[in-house]
């Protein structure tokens, strides 16, 4: 088995902890408990392989951000949360994912983009193409997923997915994958757009059936 160390990260109240408690415990936190760093350990197993899981539940507020950097070098996946009712939670997303970037000193990191409380969705603020378009920007190894902590709907998903890019980053550094191949990659959204992305080998998984979310 080997170790991932896995970071959540996203602005205060978007739902990180929420998310990380519902995979780790299986349970929903109702009362918002600001959090400074809380770290987990899980067993999970991604196409037949058991992987240990090191998640790392980070602070949102701005006045830890001075802390982010720590965690962003030692990272191997990154989870960023946001909230589908919050646009300004999307925003603070994007940027930390720029401030990964300049951490890592690279464009293209495994990432994990979670719009979170999808069960929402008359309060829903952000649309599903907007969604779409934002994990374009964060480059070829990041996915979207929506997700609800509350109804638990797509929780493993996530972290699966994040297992799947850390995998596919490393088996594509060892090969040498270089920046002009291509594949044409198919968007699972409802127009069936067709994007071109960079080499990344993405198996198809299955999805939670609850509530209207869904993974892209």
Do not use: W
């Amino acid at each position: 088995m080997s170790d991932l160390k896995i970071c959540v990260m996203g602005s205060g109240g978007c739902g990180k902890s929420c998310i990380t408690i519902q995979f780790i415990q299986g349970t929903f936190v109702q009362r918002y408990d600001p959090t400074i760093e809380d770290s987990y350990r899980k067993h999970l197993e991604v196409d037949q392989k058991v992987r240990v899981l090191d998640i790392l539940d980070t602070a949102g507020q701005q006045e830890y951000s001075a802390m982010r950097d720590s965690y962003m070098r030692t990272g191997d996946g990154f989870v960023f949360v946001f909230d589908l009712t919050d646009p300004s939670s999307l925003v603070d997303a994007l940027e930390m994912h720029e401030q990964l970037q300049r951490s890592k000193d690279r464009d293209d990191v495994p990432v994990v983009l979670v719009g979170n409380k999808c069960d929402l969705v008359s309060e829903r603020a952000i649309s599903k193409e907007e969604c779409l378009e934002s994990a374009k920007k964060m480059g070829q190894y990041c996915k979207y997923v929506e997700a609800s902590a509350k109804e638990n709907v797509n929780i493993t998903t996530i972290f699966e997915t994040v297992v799947k890019l850390v995998d596919g980053y490393e088996i594509d550094e060892m090969n040498g994958v270089s920046d002009d191949e291509e594949e044409v990659v198919k968007v699972q959204d409802k127009n069936s757009q067709t994007l071109k992305k960079k080499k990344i080998r993405m198996p198809k998984m299955k999805l939670n059936s609850k509530a209207q979310c869904s993974l892209l």
